[in-house]
């Protein structure tokens, strides 16, 4: 604020996300949903469901076209399977770097099944896979595949349709867009800005632009 001439009373702030009641200074918290879909809707006007995986969950939403209010959303917010982490788990299983494993997945022309859904049993699983033989790039396609499976299914249970922004961390993962996109059967867009990935700031986007709109009223 001093580095741009401002005081505490010039600009309106909002917190999202899980630590967003431990920001004392926030004049308004709102969900990472809320956030979520202004931020999509940023960044594509015409959005119509948007699918956000994060470190610690995932989400499914669905946006009203004609009001651009959510109308029904679906998380994941109990297991680890289907976010950031699992792959995190996961990359240490193929000792690759999480940078690696989404280009290493997408060299595989016959991924592995990878059942379990709980985190633990499935890094037991590419853990055997592993000590069987089985190619590594076949594991990732696996992993990324089982990560698709899961979040498509929650997504299709509230009804998304195109246009659909994916957005979190995760969508800069290209192999878990790719095997989505197979999953919905239908191609996915994320945030992009002078040609770089905005998908882990979009909901941070959408508070921004939620705190503006509530300034200027």
Excluded at 61 to 71: F, M
Excluded at 114 to 122: E, R
Excluded at 195 to 200: E, F, L, R, T, V
Aim: aromatic share 6%; proline share 2%.
């Amino acid at each position: 604020l001093e580095h741009n001439n401002l005081k505490r009373s010039d600009v309106f702030v909002i917190s999202t996300g899980y630590g967003r009641n431990i920001v004392d200074f926030a004049d308004d918290r709102i969900t990472e949903i809320t956030a979520h879909a202004r931020g999509a809707q940023y960044f594509f006007p015409e959005v119509n469901s948007v699918i956000d995986i994060g470190g610690q969950d995932s989400k499914a939403i669905v946006i009203s076209k004609k009001t651009g209010n959510v109308i029904d959303f679906q998380m994941n917010d109990k297991c680890a399977a289907g976010t950031g982490r699992f792959i995190e788990v996961m990359t240490g299983a193929l000792e690759v770097s999480i940078q690696q494993i989404g280009e290493l997945a997408l060299k595989s022309n016959n991924p592995a099944s990878i059942s379990s859904t709980c985190t633990v049993f499935a890094e037991s699983e590419v853990i055997s896979l592993f000590a069987k033989g089985t190619k590594k790039e076949d594991i990732a396609a696996g992993i990324h595949k089982s990560i698709a499976r899961r979040v498509a299914g929650m997504a299709k249970r509230i009804g998304v349709a195109p246009l659909l922004v994916f957005c979190g961390g995760v969508a800069k993962n290209i192999a878990v867009k790719k095997f989505l996109e197979l999953e919905l059967g239908f191609e996915i867009v994320t945030p992009v800005s002078n040609g770089k990935s905005n998908a882990q700031l979009t909901g941070a986007i959408g508070a921004a632009l939620i705190a503006q709109d509530q300034n200027h009223n």
